[in-house]
């Protein structure tokens, strides 16, 4: 008989015992250990073939560094390997549901990475003569078209880098409009409900604004007897920062009162478009009143979210900010596009620059790919699918968890923790769903519900992903519900245990540093 | 649509399960004059792929790109060789379409990126601590002032003649909104050590660039010096961080804050952005910095792990009394930073910078052969500016006609500066050829000529 005639069939064999989970090398199975770079033989080392100097020419005038920067160089086959490994440590939407409330992790389309990477628009330069680069400037233009189009507001600010610099600058423009009323130093007060993201009142901060705090009612919108008492005194309000629908998954029902109020009152109206991908399509804002908003193009728009940016987070302004835009802007004329790039002449009243360029063009054009694909039609049943999926969670999850407002939720599905059992914290259960393949949702966010889970599913998932979500959820629930403390230890399953946050903050280290001598010496 | 995975039939069983009629049921507290009958008026409705591609292809080729021509253009953003793994690695899924690493137990591989990030930055800058970036160089700045505010508890930075004009636009604007005044030194080609002469008792901090906006590089620590001596801060910013491979690094010369463009690295010119903004400090000053840190800590079993730290400086903690609003930063960027940075090592990013440094001299060189060409940068990297003995943009336009895109003119970056409209800056980088400089000095000739 030959070796190979029958092959080596493996069957699974019953042991007496469980074998170790620990590992000499660490890595386990298709888990592969890896250290950080700093910790290989590759110091001193490049991984990258450039051609030699000549060394024969300075014109650096004395100007040099005196100690070399010294860091490991790997080779490509080290590199590709060491960020293959540590991305199999990573969550991602293209793995799973990833039900973050407020951050809108839905699907990213692969055709819009494709579009970001043409060299046409990923290997031109901000600066270069804008003779040459009229088909950037057109995209732009268009994107800035489709905004302004669904919004319904007659202006867009496109060069803001991310959600809470969009905030900036409507911010920065309404105190700019208070400057040219002359009531820049009076006008100081702005009203942040206390269920708004960290960023509304950072940012009010940041513009010299006094952030005033209105509560929510027990329905979970602004409490409009507060809001009244509020504004009793007037001459000192600059404006209202609102997120709608608003951070508890909920429309603003009295949201043109407010708009009204608020105008009355002196101020303006900056409204958070955060949570705009539940109305996207279906609602513009600019008709209920409001005088600026940002856009998260990473969020209602598909852009990735890479793990923390970039993003991009164009403004939209009504007619009474416009004026007040930052530079640079596009403008058309017979000549074709040109950028506006100085606060003088054309844009004599905008309050200035935000940042080095003409805003994030790789989101620009995967936005627009985006809207492209979608359509007026597409968007609207996008909003409606997101609404749609969310309330299926709520609904499928109302017996078991407690919903912290009564009534339909718009794209995301608020609960706290009253259902748990005492000594079970949301944090549990976040840890625990880590365990059975989810993301965790949004956890202590809004501030307003205790212990509360914010789940915004989005509308790329499939309702059997759906239904797999809520089984798992709804499995998790009954044990907080029950009291089972093994919930304290999750996640089990994870590449981590629970990690010590209150030790990392105590004493920080930021950065690798080589062992001690005597470390090493007893290694 | 091939976004959506829900079918009619799903809808149908879903809205019974929630018990509703229609979705139209959800949108009932939007009031009743905001409900748009149908779709938003105006636009068009959805396409395949196959079209979506097609026009923004089109779009695309409408723009010169600087692989197109020979090509000169920097002041802030500079044409470099990206490596063909940095782009595979920032688009594995797990780090593209993964959120801020909150739920650190699922996030190692985006945190552990953070941690060699930082390390590297620092190291490069020769600074103690880098956070884990910011939005570009611009905002990096406009940050770094008004946390030397809240630092030295005092209201006056003064900016450098050097610094990018779009850096000190930046600055200007966060700084006046908070009440905090800005002197601005005249445009001046070489006028770093100036800020040494600028600082008084009041001066929270000074800024000043190497290599700066003209291509000029400097030996700041007179600047540091003075600053200290009144209890101010150094700022020390760079456009060009590949300059870092070869120029005296902020924290060589005594800085405070270091604070850069990281484009150079890693990153594609993209029109301006997405890039990544670089942020470092003396461990000192760590608790005062916006943005994410990430830290290294253990887990519950012991094992070493990594998470974001130090989060009472930030937003969604301290709310109104956060060192900055900034929430999404930008991660992908910094991946590809920290990758190609990977591949590079200290040696390769120094070689990497003799191979710029060595190009510009040769660029510098034929200029100046050039007849009427006068170089006016006395010291530089990779990036210098020349005069013309004619307008600067007449000069441009005419080099553009012949396929070389020969930089950026300097009245473009300061229109009121009379004396300097005759003034172009250029860079060269590794990608610069020798034909690509032929090229330069002969349009330039003929058009002189």
Redesign the interface.
Known sequence: MSMNSQGRPSTPVATGSQHDTETVSGSKGLYQF?P???ETD???????D??K??????????????????????S?PE??R???R??????????GL?P?GS?T?K???R?N???A?????????????Q??????L??IDELAT?LK??TGMPAVAMSP?????G??CGM?AI?QALISRGEADTRKRVLVPASA???N????????FI?DEIGADKRGRVDMDDLRAKLEKTDDVAGIMLTNPNTCG????D??EIADLIHEAGGYFYCDGANFNA?V????PG??GIDAMHINL?KTF?T?????????GPTVLSEALAPFAPVPFILKDEDGFRLV????EEAKES?????????????F?RA??YM???????????A??A???A??I???LKTVMTPAFDG???HEALFSDKFTAEGIETIDI??AL?DEGY??MTMY?PLVVHGAMLIEPT?????A?LDRFCGALESVARRAAQDDDTLK?A?YL????????T???RK?????APPAPEQLAAE | MRYLPLTQEDRADMLSAIGANSVDDFYTDVPESARLPGTVPGLPDHQGEFAVERYLTKLASKNVTASDSAFFVGCGAYKHHVPASIDMVIQRSEFLTTYTPYQPEIAQGTLQTLFEFQTQVAEITAMDVANASMYDGATSCAEAAVMACRATRRKKVVLSGGLHPHYAASTKLLCEAQGIEVVQLPAAIDGELELAGAVDDATACVIGQSPNVFGTITDMTPVADAAHEKKALFVSVFTEAVSLGLVKPPGEMGADIAVGEGQSIGNSLNFGGPYVGLFAATQKLVRQMPGRLCGETTDAEGKRGFVLTLSTREQHIRRDKATSNICTNSGLCALAFTAHMTLLGGKGLHDLAVLNHEAACDLADALEAVNGVEILTPRFFNEFAFRVPMNAADALQGLLDRDVVGGVRVSRLYPHEDELSNVIVCAATECTTPEDIAAYASALKEILS
Not at chain 1, 201 to 208: E, R
């Open positions: 890896e950080l770079i700093f590759r110091w001193g080392k490049t991984g990258v450039l051609p100097a000549k060394g024969t020419k300075s014109r650096l005038g004395g100007v040099e560094r005196t100690g070399k920067a010294e860091l490991p160089g790997l490509e590199t590709v060491h960020y293959m540590l991305s199999q440590r990573n969550y991602a939407i293209d793995l990833f973050l951050c992790m699907h990213n389309p055709l990475e494709k579009m990477r043409l060299p046409g628009f990923a290997d031109i330069h901000p600066m270069q003569p003779a040459s680069v009229q088909g950037a057109e995209l489709w189009t669904l880098k991310a959600g809470a610099h905030e900036l920065l105190r993201h960290g960023t009142p950072a940012t009010a901060a940041q513009c010299g952030v909920l429309f603003e029902t949201i043109k109305i399509g279906r609602v513009r008709d209920l990473h598909s990735p979210h890479g793990g923390g940016g970039p993003g991009s790039e100085e606060a003088e309050f200035g620059r935000m940042a080095s360029f003409h805003g994030q063009m790789g989101m054009v627009l790919s492209l694909s979608h359509g007026a039609d597409g968007l609207k049943q996008v409606e699918d609404v749609l999926n309330n299926y709520q609904a499928k339909f939720c718009m976040a840890k880590i993301h965790p966010f509308e790329t998932e499939s309702k992903e230890g996640p994870a590449p981590m245990k629970r990690l010590d946050e030790h990392a903050a920080p280290v930021l950065k690798w």
